[in-house]
């Protein structure tokens, strides 16, 4: 992902408010961001852990979303195992949540959304280079894909999520 800048990023949010895309606040590390390790930008809102973002490339420049994290319920076995939708790395319990996003426009303001389980902490593009591993793996799935395919695959269906959050 080519790097984009803190102003670049709040301009492209498309399915909330200005002010809301001004309120949330950026990785601590953004400075640091290994744009060449990244498909996109994902992150959890330091000050507000169930708030998140993701920013995608576009054909017309970056498209930001507004995320909510949901909320883990209850007590969960570390054997159950879950797999994010996006690069398709499997995690042991709590590697994985559900991300909500508020549709674009009226509907979006009436309520509407829709989800997408992914890597609890957003960093798919790490998982798919091998560059951050899941805490504790349970089963392991190798694929016969390229790493340019993988990520041709995640950002598919990063941009599906996207086209359903905007009605494209």
């Known amino acids: 992902m080519d790097p984009i800048s803190e102003a670049e990023i709040r301009a492209s949010f498309v399915n909330c408010s200005k002010g809301e895309a001004a309120r949330i606040k950026l990785p601590p ?23 998140a973002a993701i920013v995608t490339p576009g054909p017309a420049g970056p498209v930001a979303l507004l995320l909510r994290k949901a909320e883990r319920g209850g007590a969960t076995s570390a054997a159950r195992s879950s797999m994010c ?9 709590g590697g994985v949540s559900l991300f ?15 989800g997408e389980y992914l890597c ?10 091998g560059k951050r591993r899941p805490r504790m793996r349970l089963v392991r799935f190798e694929e016969t894909l390229t790493l340019t395919e993988r990520i041709d695959r995640a950002l598919a269906k990063l941009a599906a999520f996207t086209s359903r959050v905007t009605g494209a």
């Open 29 to 51: 590390d953004f400075r640091d961001t290994p744009w060449a390790d990244l498909d996109f930008l994902g992150w959890i809102d330091p000050s507000a852990p169930q708030r």
């Open 85 to 93: 939708q996006v690069c398709l790395t499997d995690h042991a319990a």
């Open 100 to 114: 909500t996003a508020p549709l674009a426009g009226a509907a979006g303001r009436n309520g509407n959304s829709v």
């Open 120 to 129: 609890a902490d957003l960093a798919c593009s790490l998982y798919l280079r």
